[in-house]
């Protein structure tokens, strides 16, 4: 089994999302599949049913992949104080060539959320950052060219510290 890396906040959101759709999700599957049952008698061609059907088929695909995904993580904390980017932490960043500032979090690669602005350690990105220190610049190889950016502060997400 290949174990992933995952910080405790994602290990919580994913366990949270997995019994989400154990209780809730199922149940509301189960009661979509009785009502389009009782619609019509023949249920090869009742499409609310075989939808419902689908619905359920994709529920139980969720549900299985979340649950191998936890079985196969190991939780990491950050390595506080150690003045490194690591895992599970803030990292203020500055793109040296337009100056833009961005500011991301490190997680494992299950977690990621670019949107949430959750980088994995395994993208060009969090490879670049991972272990270096405030002052430091990261080259990033990425789709568009070389990215280079200026680390310039390593803290705890905001919600841990």
Do not use: W
Not at 52 to 75: C, D, G, K, M, P
Not at 83 to 107: A, F, I, Q, T
Not at 110 to 133: C, F, K, M, N
Not at 139 to 144: I, L, S, T
């Amino acid at each position: 089994m290949n174990e992933s890396l995952i910080t405790k906040d994602g290990f919580a959101r994913l366990n949270d999302e997995l019994e989400q759709l154990k209780s809730d999700g199922r149940r509301l599957v189960a009661e979509r599949l009785r009502q389009a049952a009782s619609n019509e008698a023949n249920l090869a061609e009742n499409t609310e049913y075989l939808h419902a059907r689908e619905e359920q088929a994709q529920l139980e695909r969720r549900i299985s992949v979340l649950e191998h995904r936890l079985r196969s993580s190991r939780v990491v904390e950050p390595c506080l104080g150690n003045g490194r980017v690591d895992l599970g932490e803030r990292v203020r960043v500055r793109d040296l060539s337009s100056g833009r500032p961005l500011e991301v979090e490190l997680v494992g690669p299950l977690e990621a959320d670019l949107a949430a602005g959750r980088v994995s350690v395994a993208s060009p990105l969090g490879q670049a950052l991972v272990g270096l220190r405030d002052g430091e610049v990261a080259d990033v190889d990425a789709p568009r060219g070389r990215l280079r950016y200026e680390v310039l502060a390593v803290e705890l997400p905001a919600r841990a510290a």
